[in-house]
């Protein structure tokens, strides 16, 4: 019997579900590890996870072939703010496939028009451009990119314990843990301890083209933003006439109660990444949203960035339903309201709870205690991970979307898993 006591059904004989194409964990397992990435099946293996997802809906995923059931507690970083396989998303992609598919990136299109023009009003107006692509990585290439290009610098000032991606630029902004296997990065960038302003002011030079930080770094376990900070590294940057881009793909579109976790800061960045949860979990889509000066680039040079799958029409269309509800009234006090009934359930638990909206850390005194927790959630049907740069810590993400008694329900097994 699956964790909820509902009777667990057979994947392989559902009809109302399509069959797994390997008949058992062990073959599917095999086959991963056969053909895309072995040294992850021995690393879960190592760990005992041996989780394969199969059917999802809203905050819950079930595994493939027990049936075991899982509070979605990670949400793959927010690409399941709205819960999995949201009905609204899925209907509008449902509705859209009827008329349209990717799309052309070299023409005009409506989708994309519509779509930045809802996340412009998201930011109102502030920074009304959006550039389009498949995924947070390429969008913070993009953005170090154009910072170089609009300022004629090329100095890029970073955190230690970053995380913004795997790919060029991207990877060299991230924490030296993700580029030193491959090799060095281009000259140019400088990593400094977060919430460190006078160590970021010293970093910024005359050659310095931008400032890339997490609003709240998801690999450092989310701590908060000392008093103060974003807006002393804005200063810096705006002074030395280089540019601030914040990356919110992990804390924005609502998760921190805000549409956006600057808005809390008293902070305007030149440039800004959304992505994960834009794409409502069912087609990856991601933006750099823009100020009008940074525009200008792309005036004297319309097809310097293009991408095949950036903006693709069909994810447009998800992710257009997904800023609709984001927008729709009461929306982001009910996840200020949700992130309080957590706090309040979490209360006398052996953690510390740093949360902002339903961004949650859960802190441990020990060094490995965020590892030891995940596993231990896991195991009791709630699916976190632990802070890649912060071992003390386990991220907590539930979906936006939970309900008062799944919150109830959530503390409850994270008690039973804990206490």
């Not at 000259?187 to 083209?209: C, K, L, M, Q, S």
Request: with cysteine.
């Amino acid at each position: 019997m699956p964790r909820d006591g509902a009777p667990a059904t057979d994947p392989q004989s559902d009809p109302a579900n399509p069959p797994e194409p390997y008949p058992s964990r062990a073959d599917a397992a095999a086959s991963f590890a056969a053909h895309v990435n072995r040294g992850k099946v021995r690393a879960l293996e190592a760990i005992g996870v041996d989780v394969v997802m199969g059917d999802r809906q809203g905050a819950r995923f079930r595994d493939a072939y027990d049936g075991r059931s899982y509070w979605n507690c990670h949400c793959n970083g927010g690409v399941f703010n709205l819960g999995h396989r949201n009905p609204a998303v899925v209907e509008a992609v449902r509705r859209g496939l009827d008329r349209v598919d990717v799309g052309n990136h070299h023409l005009i299109s409506g989708h994309r028009a519509h779509l930045a023009e809802q996340l412009s009003a998201s930011t109102d107006d502030l920074l009304p451009f959006a550039v389009f692509t498949p995924s947070g990585t390429e969008s913070v290439d993009l953005a170090l990119r154009l910072a170089r290009a609009h300022t004629g610098r090329t100095g890029i000032v970073a955190a230690t314990g970053a995380y913004h991606g795997l790919s060029g630029f991207a990877l060299a902004a991230s924490d030296p843990r993700w580029f030193d296997p491959f090799g060095p990065v281009p000259e140019g960038f400088a990593h400094v301890p977060y919430n460190d302003a006078e160590a970021i002011g010293n970093a910024i030079g005359p050659r310095t083209a931008a400032v890339i930080l997490e609003s709240i770094p998801a690999t450092l376990g989310f701590p908060a933003p000392a008093p103060g900070y974003l807006e002393a590294v804005a200063a810096a940057a705006r002074d030395a006439g280089a540019l601030l881009i914040l990356d919110e793909v992990q804390t924005g579109l609502g998760r921190t109660g805000t549409r956006w976790y600057y808005e809390q800061q008293g902070v305007e960045p030149d440039m800004l990444i959304t992505g994960k949860g834009l794409g409502g979990g069912v087609y990856p889509i991601s933006a750099v949203l823009l100020r009008p000066e940074l525009e200008d680039f792309f005036d004297a040079n319309p097809f310097a960035y293009v991408s095949t799958f950036g903006g693709a029409e069909i994810g447009c269309i998800a992710a257009s339903s997904v800023l609709e509800q984001i927008a729709e009234p009461g929306f982001l006090g009910r996840v200020e309201e949700l992130g309080l009934r957590f706090e309040r359930g979490f209360e006398g638990m052996p953690f510390t709870l740093r949360r902002y909206g339903l961004t949650m850390g859960l802190a441990f005194d020990e060094e490995g205690g965020g590892v030891m927790a995940a596993k231990k959630l896991i195991d009791a049907g709630v699916f976190a991970v632990y802070a890649e740069h912060d071992h003390s810590v386990t991220q907590f993400k539930p979906p936006l979307i939970v309900t008062e008694a799944e919150v109830d329900e959530i503390v409850a097994a994270v008690g039973d898993a804990l206490g």
